[in-house]
């Protein structure tokens, strides 16, 4: 049974940084084999989550975040997930993966702080590497599976379109879809509108055919009130949209791509919005 992500209290910055005492990530036993790390706004702005699975054999990391917002400060991540795995029975064993759903900078940046732990493999960043690990010859069709062992066999499945080596990783044992930036409550910007459209059609009929309970992105930039949006680099957000997305929204982005079709425009609703950035709308243009 997996704890209720809906009604956790994230850390969501403060109104004055220097007075807050939040920790620079929080963690949450979503169950003992899954936890949920937010990386505090007062460090970065972009306060992504990370999330961290594991099974009988293999344990991934998904995203390491990204630099501080000001200053060299180091986010001690590779401390927090020595941390969880100290603690966990297995822990000792497991063999660990440090992938990415994509390759922005803000979720890969403490990648080095893994380079040197002894049985870790680093996933790449490159279309290629990450073609190549997960076993996705035919990108951005297929689908690929990443056995953690201990009947949890991970689904991944390639969603480019916000970047260009973008996956959705499914977990069959709590049901959970990680859909990255792709979807998430809060702005979505495209970058390929026509490989951003094609992705969100695969996340509906993977979610249509198989039991995803809910979508988990990595990012809140909504507020509990609809179509609200917390200004860019907002560093204090009390009031902000819970975490995990009913799959029904997956099918609304599916509708909302499929209904803007060949005119792609930016466009506010409930619970995400989707931005086009000036390169997917040159791409349709055809000037490169
Ligand atoms: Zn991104
Ligand atoms: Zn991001």
Not at 140 to 159: K, N
Request: proline share 9%; glycine share 6%.
């Amino acid at each position: 049974m997996i704890a209720d992500l809906a009604s956790v209290r994230w850390i969501h910055g403060a109104p004055d940084c220097a007075q807050s005492d939040d920790p620079l990530i929080q963690v949450i036993e979503a169950d003992p084999d899954t936890y949920v790390l937010r990386i505090s706004k007062c460090f970065s702005f972009e306060a992504n989550f990370i999330y961290f699975l594991l099974g009988a054999e293999r344990a991934i990391l998904f995203d390491t975040g990204g630099p501080a917002d000001s200053g060299n400060r180091a986010l001690p991540l590779r401390d927090t997930v020595d941390a969880v795995l100290n603690a966990h029975p297995r822990g000792d064993s497991l063999e660990l993966i440090v992938a990415h759903t994509h390759g922005h900078r803000d979720h890969i940046h403490w990648d080095f702080q893994f380079r040197d732990r002894p049985d870790t493999s680093l996933v790449g960043l490159t279309l290629e590497d990450v073609k190549a690990f997960w076993r996705l010859p035919d990108w951005p069709e297929g689908v690929a599976t990443l056995d953690l062992l201990g009947g949890r066999p991970l689904t991944v499945f390639p969603i480019p379109g916000h970047e260009p080596t973008h996956i959705a990783v499914f977990d069959p044992r709590t049901g959970i879809l990680l859909t990255g930036d792709v979807l998430y409550p809060g702005l979505l910007t495209v970058r390929d509108w026509p490989a951003f459209r094609a992705s969100a059609r695969r996340l509906s009929r993977f979610a249509a055919t198989h039991p995803v309970h809910m979508a988990l992105g990595h990012h809140i930039e909504m507020s509990r009130t609809p179509g609200r949006l917390y200004p860019l680099g907002a560093t204090w957000q009390p009031d902000e949209h819970p975490l995990p997305l009913e799959p029904s929204v997956i099918d609304h982005l599916h509708r909302a791509c499929e209904a803007m079709a060949d005119a792609p425009h930016s466009a506010t609703f409930d619970t995400f919005a989707i931005e086009i950035m000036p390169e997917a709308e040159a791409s349709l243009r055809g000037a490169w």
